[in-house]
């Protein structure tokens, strides 16, 4: 291997993470980094994903702990058997539930940057490939603070 093997193997690992027993690829380092600075014991984690209702609120929260985060909190979107868009789904429940303006969406789902402003004010959107990076650690817990 050259001197450089290390480097293309560590790339690969990160674009191509390995697939957990659950079917997840493995969480990255950096992103339970990111989000262990974000989330505190009295945060509640809402569900969003597509595949929220693959898994118990249980199940999830084993997922989490096998990738490294402890949350104590987390809720789920209902299943979305009206096979609504992200954005859509999203405004639906906000539109249906009583929620405070301390929030943050962290999604990589693109319909959502079709939020009304003020969901889409608080929206952080990822890369479905990179996700949460130190590199952007900074401008969301700067973010977090302003809102």
């Avoid at 293309?8 to 690992?13: A, F, G, R, T, V």
């Avoid at 992200?86 to 009583?98: I, K, S």
């Avoid at 319909?111 to 990076?133: C, H, V």
């Amino acid at each position: 291997m050259s001197d450089f093997g290390w480097l293309k193997n560590s790339i690969l690992d990160f674009l191509y993470p390995a697939l957990l027993h659950d079917g997840f690829p493995a969480f990255s380092s950096m992103a339970c980094r990111v989000l262990q600075c974000l989330i505190t014991d009295g945060d509640t984690i809402m569900l969003t994903t597509s595949h929220k209702a693959r898994f118990s609120i249980e199940e999830w929260k084993a997922i989490f702990r096998n990738g490294g985060l402890i949350i104590h909190n987390i809720q789920s979107l209902p299943e979305n058997t009206a096979h609504l868009s992200r954005r859509d789904e999203t405004v639906h429940w906000f539109a249906l539930n009583q929620v405070g303006e301390d929030f943050l969406i962290i999604d990589d789902d693109r319909s959502l940057n079709e939020l009304p402003d003020f969901l889409k004010e608080r929206l952080m959107q990822t890369s479905s490939y990179i996700g949460l990076a130190d590199a952007v650690k900074a401008v969301v817990k700067q973010y977090v603070e302003a809102v």
